[in-house]
């Protein structure tokens, strides 16, 4: 089965992790960019 993320939106930051690896890094991303991917991501792109 695929990976799984678990999205967090922050003050000023959306931070992703793994949800299979709750301990593991988590990695932080602007807004924008998080929002970027997310469109580019729906649209199959």
């Known amino acids: ?3 799984r993320v678990e999205v967090a ?3 000023r930051l ?3 992790r793994d949800s ?3 301990d593991g890094p988590v990695r932080t ?3 924008a ?3 970027a991917f ?3 991501f ?3 792109g």
């Open 1 to 3: 089965m695929g990976r």
């Open 9 to 11: 939106k922050l003050p």
């Open 14 to 16: 959306v931070a992703v």
């Open 20 to 22: 299979k690896d709750p």
């Open 29 to 31: 991303v602007d807004p």
């Open 33 to 35: 960019a998080w929002s």
């Open 38 to 40: 997310v469109r580019k």
């Open 42 to 44: 729906r649209s199959g």
